[in-house]
């Protein structure tokens, strides 16, 4: 809004919602409430001893300072980190469609590779959501006619396709109510965040990854496509190491001379922290 790519005409407060508190579900499983901070999620005990790879992944985002503001449901809703679109000056997709990419043919070191289109090669920014997509979590959400959804964090996000403008599956006017987490996953949490500064900054890559004893698993990455990035058929391949792993996950990239980096970035990444659950 400071650069006056949203001008919003109306602001409401959500905060006086009460969805501020993670209570555990029927299932063993925990319900996050949308306006639970990061800092008080990745703090939580229950989320440290079940559910370390989020924990770990919070931590890793932004500063203090942020996640101590940063609520559950802002932060799966926070808008791509492209620069072209927060420069009213040069054409975007995203925010005014049909106007054009600058991204493509322009500065791309931080923007996708898989997932990606010609309309908007843009990254999705966050670490929460990657960590959450490698639990298998759900969006809980009810609309104005106090109707609500359970949406799986899978299908939560949107690729860009020819409509880059539409994010997320939300209807007009529906609300983020809770994170539901299914029950822990057990095994060894990891989350690893390559980037070009030790904090406050965005991945180039990052790993979140949930590994058994006997070296079966999950695997999601950021840092790479518009939405967090996770194939069955990559998990199925995390026996086989890294490489295998790697090349589901960044079959048929499309990269730049800028972002070319990231597909073997993105195996090393996975060696790294396969190296570390053998141990």
């Not at 620069?83 to 996708?112: E, V, W």
């Not at 980037?195 to 999601?220: C, E, K, M």
């Amino acid at each position: 809004m400071k650069l006056e790519v949203e001008t919003p005409a109306h602001l409401i407060d959500v905060n006086g919602l009460g969805l501020d508190e993670i209570t555990e579900t029927e299932e063993g499983g925990l319900r996050i409430g949308a306006l639970v901070s990061n800092t008080d999620l990745a703090a939580d005990d229950r989320i440290k001893r079940d559910y370390a790879v989020l924990s770990r992944a919070l931590v890793a985002g932004a500063s203090g300072q942020l996640r101590n503001k940063a609520t559950t449901g802002g932060n799966l809703l926070q808008r791509t980190r492209c620069p072209y679109f927060y420069d009213t000056n040069m054409p975007c997709n995203k925010r005014s469609p049909g106007a054009g990419c600058a991204a493509i043919g322009g500065y791309s070191r931080q923007l996708g590779i898989v997932g990606v289109s010609d309309s908007c090669i843009a990254t999705y920014p966050g670490d929460m959501a990657i960590a959450m997509r490698v639990l298998d979590a759900v969006v809980e959400t009810v609309g104005p006619d106090g109707k609500t959804r359970q949406i799986p964090l899978e299908d939560f996000h949107k690729l860009p396709g020819d409509t880059p403008e539409v994010e997320n599956a939300l209807y007009p006017g529906e609300l983020i109510t809770a994170v539901i987490l299914p029950p822990p996953p057990g095994g060894k949490h990891f989350y690893h965040k390559v980037r070009d500064r030790a904090s406050y900054a965005f991945a180039l890559v990052s790993v979140a990854a949930v590994i058994q004893p006997d070296g079966t698993g999950r695997v999601a990455i950021g840092g790479i496509a518009p939405k967090p990035w996770r194939k069955p058929e990559a998990d199925a391949e995390l026996p086989n190491g890294a490489e295998a792993v790697a090349r589901v996950l960044t079959e048929g990239a499309t990269t730049t001379r800028d972002n070319a980096f990231k597909v073997p970035l993105v195996e090393r990444t996975l060696a790294s922290v396969i190296e570390q659950a053998k141990s």
